[in-house]
């Protein structure tokens, strides 16, 4: 479907890749103005969205709301604000042709909606048979308690740890896990790995929205 033209956003000089979790979790902020996280918002009006459905077998419980749009020209207008971070992230992103998947989607999450625990998987790109290995999320409201995306970083908590237990762990012995939650700040720019490399995707959730209203643009990044 489209929903109008998307808004102009601009690259954005001496913005900085911060790491959260080496080689899992980086964000940016700022990535988006104030003036573009507006007329955003704006245009997700005419985003035609759907409500959320049960949840399938092995699938987590998801109760936002979801648009999608095919767009190849919002997906070339994100990788051009993207580009100059590319070389920064690590599993090192070799792709000598960068591209964002066209898979354009929009979440809306409502006080009390969430997104339970889950992981991301590499997903086929039709169009250029690609697989994408990076998510990619923008924050685009204000004035939210909760709604944080949240990462549980033990080795059990990675996609592949189910089929490649450590023969070195001592029975019984409980590894450590540690929760980190990014915040869902206006403007930034969330990338965690979801690739085949380095374990792949850490298991994650979207919190609990508290207050306000959660609207989150998300796209991948392609191997």
Request: charged residues 30%; positive net charge.
């Amino acid at each position: 479907m489209t929903a109008g033209r998307f808004p102009e956003i601009t690259v954005k000089p001496n913005l900085t890749l911060n790491p959260i979790l080496q080689s899992q979790i980086y964000v940016i902020d700022d990535f988006f103005s104030p003036t573009e996280l507006k007329a955003i918002l704006k245009w997700t009006e005419n985003v035609k969205m759907e409500n959320p459905k049960p949840p399938g077998k092995g699938e987590a419980e998801r109760t936002a709301r979801r648009g999608f749009i095919d767009s190849p020209e919002i997906a070339n207008k994100l990788l051009e604000l993207l580009l100059p971070y590319l070389n920064q992230l690590s599993p090192e992103y070799e792709s000598k042709i960068p591209l964002l998947s066209p898979n354009i989607r929009i979440y809306h999450y409502p006080i009390k909606t969430y997104f339970k625990c889950h992981y991301d998987s590499p997903t086929l790109d039709l169009n250029s048979n690609r697989l994408s290995c990076w998510t990619i999320l923008i924050y685009l409201s204000n004035n939210l308690k909760g709604g944080g995306t949240s990462f549980y970083t033990s080795s059990k908590n990675k996609r592949d740890s189910r089929k490649n237990k450590s023969k070195e762990s001592k029975k019984g012995e409980e590894e450590e896990e540690e929760k980190i939650t990014v915040e869902p700040k206006a403007g930034r720019l969330l990338l965690h790995w979801h690739g085949m490399k380095n374990g792949g995707c850490l298991k994650h959730e979207g919190d609990e929205i508290l207050k306000g209203d959660k609207w989150v643009l998300r796209t991948d990044l392609l191997a």
